[in-house]
T-cell receptor, first 117, second 107 residues
Framework: QVQLMQSGAEVKKPGSSVKVSCKAS????????ISWVRQAPGQGLEWMGG????????NYAQKFQGRVTITADESTSTAYMELSSLRSDDTAVYYC??????????WGQGTLITVSS | IHLTQSPSSLSASVGDRVTISCRAS??????LAWYQQKPGRAPKLLIY???TLQSGVPSRFSGSGSGTDFTLTISSLQPEDFATYYC??????????FGHGTRLEIK
């Protein structure tokens, strides 16, 4: 059974950066895309970007270009999402998900990032 | 590609048949998935390729449609089905978009 385990909640100051990890177990990590999706309080789902670990080249939503960096470490089956220049409206739950082309079939538990001075 | 879900919220009773719509701004063939999300939980994949039931999902859930118009149907609502439902287009994979969600509440 595939499991995605994310790092814990964080509180960050405006202007700082945050890096969230997503460790996969129980399946093939390298050949499936891992995507990052965020959800602001009371809002819907927003795709941020993704990566296929074996290829290593990330794709980003235009909204986050220049502020987000997605990487993957095949040796530890872990994907990372780093968001910089944090603002209060970046406060959200951030999810990683295994993202084959037909649908996102496995999700992490979510990581709450709170941006507050 | 923009997705419009309707209604944005819906009240129904246990045993009701419920239909949620998702319309794409351009044709996406059958590259559409549906998710269920309960408060405080990650989304769960229900249906992919517009009409294929994900393993382990009850058969009361079904999906239909192709092109621009899609439907998620719950044939007989159960108490555990009250949640928010999202559609997602994967036609522009790896650049997907989500609908804004439909909140299904108990009447």
């Amino acid at each position: 059974q595939v499991q995605l385990m994310q790092s814990g909640a964080e509180v960050k100051k405006p202007g700082s950066s945050v890096k969230v990890s997503c460790k996969a177990s129980g399946g093939t990590f390298s050949t499936y895309a891992i995507s990052w999706v965020r959800q602001a309080p009371g809002q819907g789902l927003e795709w941020m970007g993704g990566i296929i670990p074996v290829l290593g080249t990330p794709n980003y939503a235009q909204k986050f270009q220049g502020r987000v960096t997605i990487t993957a470490d095949e040796s530890t089956s872990t994907a990372y999402m780093e968001l910089s220049s944090l603002r209060s409206d970046d406060t959200a739950v951030y999810y990683c998900a295994r993202a084959p082309s037909w649908g996102y079939d496995y999700w992490g538990q979510g990581t709450l990032i709170t941006v507050s001075s | 590609i923009h997705l419009t879900q309707s209604p944005s919220s819906l009240s129904a009773s246990v045993g009701d048949r419920v239909t949620i719509s998702c319309r794409a701004s351009q044709g996406i063939s059958n590259f559409l998935a549906w998710y269920q999300q309960k408060p405080g939980r990650a989304p769960k994949l229900l249906i992919y390729a517009a009409s294929t039931l994900q393993s382990g999902v009850p058969s009361r859930f079904s999906g239909s449609g192709s092109g621009t118009d899609f439907t998620l149907t719950i044939s007989s609502l159960q108490p555990e089905d009250f949640a928010t439902y999202y559609c997602q287009q994967l036609s522009s994979y790896p650049f997907p978009t989500f609908g804004h969600g439909t909140r299904l509440e108990i009447k």
